[in-house]
């Protein structure tokens, strides 16, 4: 417990920021399989756009304390089915990321959220001038210090 799924559509962003807030030199290489690192659990977003690995998600969500659902800003689609979010019986944060790119679309983004059946507050992030990140450090803080009680 104490630890975080990313879940994410392929390219959303999971990994990058992952290594962000744990400090890592961000680097692109495609995940492969389930990545356990200390506090989060990053996976393929393969395991999202492909329905017959959503049980994959669902076992793994048991491992942790919170879901943390991605939205690539510039995707003029979704792979979160309508209320995906309440197959879950975890909490669930959403946030969408690359809101850099000029061909961002917030308000898109928060409707595919909304879609989802995730609940604002919704994070907005970039991973190229570090907006959003403070909240989530401080998220990851908290759940630290849950962990290490
Ligand atoms: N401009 C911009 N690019 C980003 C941002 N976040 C991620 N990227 C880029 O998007 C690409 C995919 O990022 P990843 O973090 O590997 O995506 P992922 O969700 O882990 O993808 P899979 O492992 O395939 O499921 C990389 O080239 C990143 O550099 C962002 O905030 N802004
Ligand atoms: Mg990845």
Request: net charge positive.
């Amino acid at each position: 417990m104490g630890k975080i799924l990313l879940i994410g559509g392929i390219g959303a962003g999971k990994t990058s920021l992952k290594q962000m807030l744990m400090n890592e030199q961000v680097s692109y290489r495609k995940t492969q399989m389930l990545d356990f690192s200390q506090i989060f659990i990053d996976c393929p977003g393969e395991y999202l756009e492909i329905p017959r690995f959503y049980h994959v998600l669902i076992d793994t969500s048991h491992q942790v304390s919170e879901i943390w659902a991605l939205q690539d800003a510039t995707k003029p689609r979704t792979f979160y089915p309508p209320k995906f979010a309440k197959v879950f019986n975890k909490p669930i944060i959403g946030i969408i990321t690359k809101v850099d790119l000029p061909k961002a679309n917030l308000e898109q983004a928060v409707s595919y959220l909304v879609y989802a059946g995730i609940t604002e507050p919704f994070y907005s992030t970039s991973i190229v001038n570090g907006e959003g990140f403070s909240p989530l450090r401080l998220r990851v803080e908290a759940l630290n210090e849950l962990r290490d009680r």
